[in-house]
């Protein structure tokens, strides 16, 4: 078989006790017969991140992310994944899912250790037979996940045992398919082994790999199928066993016939992806760019909630959307969902986050609420609100989102898929390496700079993506207008790149308007939503450890109204709104740290009131009120741990 070119990209690598080692990454393409992807993924450690998504990521590692082996038992040294009697199912890989990329992202050497120890156990650990992980773990799913993990140990050290090890697994799993079939979870996400397994497949080019890769497509769930004829166009009131509507299955669900695409190379595959998104968001989406699921679909009411869980798989799902399709509006709902309920969810610390976030929240206390089936503690700050799973899997979210900032073409170029400040190194065309810094404080700014510096002087395109919200956008190149600059696009700029050469992207943010349940509006600018700035009173419900570490439960109580209906001509949004930005801070997502604050006309509706501890049933807009106008702060809904974010509305 004729391999696809390979390029080659050496980065400095720190390993945990040592000098930084030197080894080589590569780029890798598609090899035949799959079908070629829009672009190409850059190995996880070509991309490294700055300013506040920097500064994200070191917060992460302070917090429960860089401490949760220290004292949860579940993720401790008595792991099955370490060789221990202790939790030996999805918790570890979820672990290793997040930390691996954390660690290698940030340089982190004290996480590095902890990653080449849980790396090393599996490695060093697999079974005769080919099996990997806990012997006593016979469930396909939690392999999946390390799966995963494994792959991005690889880009991030080149290690030499992962790509044996990783093969002699796939056949263990080919010989044990027709006996241990994919059931329950592993029969709902059998596309995450897929994307394994054509990772594995593009650096060796094994057959074998491809009918293992159909194996798990006729023994999975048929997922097109599911939106091919959507049913579930409400709340599942009732969803006993069925993981068809469950949440998280859903969010991972996203990527499956664009993977599945692949290897087809069928068209329909991509109709039936659009279709999924269309009717998923359709009867379940809410104005935080997300869909509700709290644990199940739940409809369009924004009091309904989210899973964490939901939220992280999602964002991977569309990182591989993106990849594999090169469609710039899931670059807009990718960074939606990474700058809007990500850190929605999480303490602007890092250290406690929520099981479910509300869009409409103004209250986060142990009560009772219209989930679907989640507990009264769903929605409290705290260590694992009322499941552990997304402890173990929330890590993933803010790395994998900056490793897929940016990636190649199929030309051997280079493309900006999502903004935030970050530098990449990544080779072009003729081999040489380009070095592109990009200053920005995106998405609470509207400028982003590019300095791009071939290691010389070197022809390629760097392709730009135009986000579809985005009007009279302006690109300069040294100064010089670039042409044909259309939103909801990428724009390629194809020239002779010399060291120094510097793009100037302006990205207008005028504050819009969109439209929800009962005809409620959303405020948006850029791909920030916007929230009521609602006050907040944490109440510690117990401690979860002793200092220094500091992962307790918290309540969250309001201590300012919240019951406003904006005063507003939705039409023209933007005459009705005064933006104001104040300096970046250490918390970026925190009500007082929040960079950007709207202020608006508002009035408060007497008769919306709160019912079972949260917002009673929003008022069909437009409403009527006699309360006097008054002027309301919104910040962006990341940094609103309380909020409400679909407003009812008057004209006047």
Same mark, same amino acid.
């Given at each position: 078989?004729?391999?696809?070119?390979?390029?080659?990209?050496?980065?400095?690598?720190?390993?945990?006790?040592?000098?930084?080692?030197?080894?080589?990454?590569?780029?890798?393409?598609?090899?035949?017969?799959?079908?070629?992807?829009?672009?190409?993924?850059?190995?996880?450690?070509?991309?490294?991140?700055?300013?506040?998504?920097?500064?994200?990521?070191?917060?992460?590692?302070?917090?429960?992310?860089?401490?949760?082996?220290?004292?949860?038992?579940?993720?401790?040294?008595?792991?099955?994944?370490?060789?221990?009697?202790?939790?030996?199912?999805?918790?570890?890989?979820?672990?290793?899912?997040?930390?691996?990329?954390?660690?290698?992202?940030?340089?982190?050497?004290?996480?590095?250790?902890?990653?080449?120890?849980?790396?090393?156990?599996?490695?060093?650990?697999?079974?005769?037979?080919?099996?990997?992980?806990?012997?006593?773990?016979?469930?396909?799913?939690?392999?999946?996940?390390?799966?995963?993990?494994?792959?991005?140990?690889?880009?991030?050290?080149?290690?030499?045992?992962?790509?044996?090890?990783?093969?002699?697994?796939?056949?263990?799993?080919?010989?044990?398919?027709?006996?241990?079939?994919?059931?329950?979870?592993?029969?709902?996400?059998?596309?995450?082994?897929?994307?394994?397994?054509?990772?594995?497949?593009?650096?060796?080019?094994?057959?074998?790999?491809?009918?293992?890769?159909?194996?798990?497509?006729?023994?999975?769930?048929?997922?097109?199928?599911?939106?091919?004829?959507?049913?579930?166009?409400?709340?599942?009131?009732?969803? *006993?066993? +069925? @993981?068809?509507?469950?949440?998280? #299955?859903?969010?991972?669900?996203?990527?499956? $016939?664009?993977? =599945? %695409?692949?290897?087809?190379?069928?068209?329909?595959?991509?109709?039936?992806?659009?279709?999924?998104?269309?009717?998923?968001?359709?009867?379940?989406?809410?104005?935080?760019?997300?869909?509700?699921?709290?644990?199940?679909?739940?409809?369009?009411?924004?009091?309904?909630?989210?899973?964490?869980?939901?939220?992280?798989?999602?964002?991977?799902?569309?990182?591989?959307?993106?990849?594999?399709?090169?469609?710039?509006?899931? *670059?807009? +709902? @990718?960074?939606?969902?990474?700058? #809007?309920?990500?850190?929605?969810?999480?303490? $602007?610390?890092? =250290? %406690?986050?929520?099981?479910?976030?509300?869009?409409?929240?103004?209250?986060?206390?142990?009560?009772?609420?219209?989930?679907?089936?989640?507990?009264?503690?769903?929605?409290?700050?705290?260590?694992?609100?009322?499941?552990?799973?997304?402890?173990?899997?929330?890590?993933?979210?803010?790395?994998?989102?900056?490793?897929?900032?940016?990636?190649?073409?199929?030309?051997?170029?280079?493309?900006?898929?999502?903004?935030?400040?970050?530098?990449?190194?990544?080779?072009?065309?003729?081999?040489?390496?380009?070095?592109?810094?990009?200053?920005?404080?995106?998405?609470?700014?509207?400028?982003?700079?590019?300095?791009?510096?071939?290691?010389?002087?070197?022809?390629?395109?760097?392709?730009?993506?135009?986000?579809?919200?985005?009007?009279?956008?302006?690109?300069?190149?040294?100064?010089?207008?670039?042409?044909?600059?259309?939103?909801?696009?990428?724009?390629?700029?194809?020239?002779?790149?010399?060291?120094?050469?510097?793009?100037?992207?302006?990205?207008?943010?005028?504050?819009?308007?969109?439209?929800?349940?009962?005809?409620?509006?959303?405020?948006?600018?850029?791909?920030?939503?916007?929230?009521?700035?609602?006050?907040?009173?944490?109440?510690?419900?117990?401690?979860?450890?002793?200092?220094?570490?500091?992962?307790?439960?918290?309540?969250?109580?309001?201590?300012?109204?919240?019951?406003?209906?904006?005063?507003?001509?939705?039409?023209?949004?933007?005459?009705?709104?005064?933006?104001?930005?104040?300096?970046?801070?250490?918390?970026?997502?925190?009500?007082?740290?929040?960079?950007?604050?709207?202020?608006?006309?508002?009035?408060?509706?007497?008769?919306?009131?709160?019912?079972?501890?949260?917002?009673?049933?929003?008022?069909?807009?437009?409403?009527?009120?006699?309360?006097?106008?008054?002027?309301?702060?919104?910040?962006?809904?990341?940094?609103?741990?309380?909020?409400?974010?679909?407003?009812?509305?008057?004209?006047?």
């Amino acid at each position: 078989m004729k391999s696809a070119p390979i390029l080659f990209l050496s980065l400095l690598v720190a390993a945990p006790s040592a000098s930084p080692q030197k080894h080589e990454i590569k780029v890798i393409p598609n090899q035949p017969p799959l079908a070629a992807n829009a672009f190409n993924a850059l190995p996880l450690t070509a991309i490294q991140p700055r300013g506040w998504l920097l500064r994200q990521l070191q917060i992460q590692s302070a917090g429960l992310s860089g401490h949760l082996d220290e004292f949860w038992k579940d993720v401790g040294p008595d792991s099955g994944w370490l060789g221990g009697a202790g939790e030996s199912w999805e918790r570890g890989p979820y672990f290793m899912d997040g930390l691996v990329p954390l660690a290698y992202l940030t340089g982190d050497g004290r996480l590095i250790a902890k990653v080449r120890k849980w790396m090393d156990w599996t490695l060093d650990h697999q079974g005769p037979d080919g099996a990997i992980g806990p012997p006593k773990n016979q469930d396909w799913w939690p392999n999946m996940v390390m799966l995963k993990a494994l792959t991005q140990f690889q880009e991030a050290t080149g290690d030499p045992r992962i790509i044996p090890v990783m093969t002699r697994y796939f056949e263990y799993h080919q010989r044990n398919a027709a006996a241990r079939p994919l059931k329950e979870w592993a029969r709902f996400r059998w596309q995450d082994e897929v994307l394994s397994i054509l990772w594995l497949y593009n650096r060796t080019g094994n057959p074998r790999l491809l009918d293992l890769a159909h194996t798990l497509h006729d023994q999975g769930f048929d997922w097109e199928g599911q939106f091919s004829n959507f049913q579930i166009t409400g709340k599942v009131s009732k969803p *006993g066993t +069925r @993981l068809d509507t469950h949440g998280v #299955n859903n969010g991972q669900a996203l990527k499956t $016939a664009a993977v =599945w %695409s692949l290897i087809t190379g069928d068209s329909k595959d991509h109709l039936a992806l659009y279709r999924q998104f269309e009717e998923l968001y359709r009867y379940h989406g809410l104005p935080n760019g997300i869909f509700s699921a709290d644990e199940h679909l739940a409809g369009l009411n924004p009091t309904q909630g989210t899973e964490l869980c939901t939220v992280v798989e999602t964002m991977f799902s569309i990182e591989q959307v993106l990849r594999i399709l090169g469609d710039a509006a899931f *670059g807009d +709902r @990718l960074e939606k969902i990474a700058f #809007n309920p990500l850190p929605g969810t999480l303490s $602007a610390d890092m =250290w %406690s986050h929520q099981y479910d976030q509300q869009p409409n929240q103004i209250e986060c206390s142990l009560s009772p609420r219209d989930w679907t089936n989640n507990g009264p503690d769903s929605n409290i700050f705290g260590l694992e609100p009322n499941f552990g799973c997304c402890t173990a899997n929330f890590h993933q979210g803010w790395p994998k989102f900056v490793g897929n900032l940016w990636m190649t073409t199929p030309s051997k170029g280079i493309a900006l898929t999502a903004y935030g400040p970050r530098e990449v190194r990544a080779p072009v065309a003729d081999g040489t390496i380009v070095h592109i810094v990009e200053q920005t404080e995106y998405p609470f700014r509207e400028t982003v700079s590019l300095t791009v510096n071939p290691a010389r002087p070197s022809q390629f395109d760097l392709q730009l993506r135009i986000p579809d919200w985005a009007s009279n956008v302006t690109v300069e190149v040294n100064s010089q207008p670039q042409p044909d600059i259309h939103p909801g696009t990428f724009l390629k700029i194809q020239r002779r790149w010399q060291k120094g050469d510097r793009v100037q992207i302006h990205l207008p943010m005028a504050p819009r308007v969109s439209s929800w349940f009962h005809n409620s509006i959303a405020v948006e600018r850029g791909p920030l939503v916007y929230a009521l700035k609602i006050g907040e009173d944490w109440k510690k419900l117990k401690d979860d450890t002793a200092p220094p570490l500091k992962s307790a439960e918290w309540s969250v109580l309001p201590t300012t109204p919240w019951n406003y209906a904006l005063v507003i001509d939705p039409d023209h949004p933007a005459q009705s709104i005064q933006s104001k930005e104040h300096p970046i801070g250490d918390y970026p997502f925190s009500p007082e740290g929040a960079p950007v604050e709207l202020t608006l006309s508002a009035r408060q509706l007497d008769d919306w009131k709160m019912e079972k501890d949260q917002a009673g049933t929003l008022p069909q807009s437009p409403v009527q009120g006699s309360s006097p106008i008054q002027s309301i702060q919104l910040i962006p809904y990341g940094c609103a741990k309380l909020r409400i974010t679909a407003f009812p509305w008057s004209a006047k």
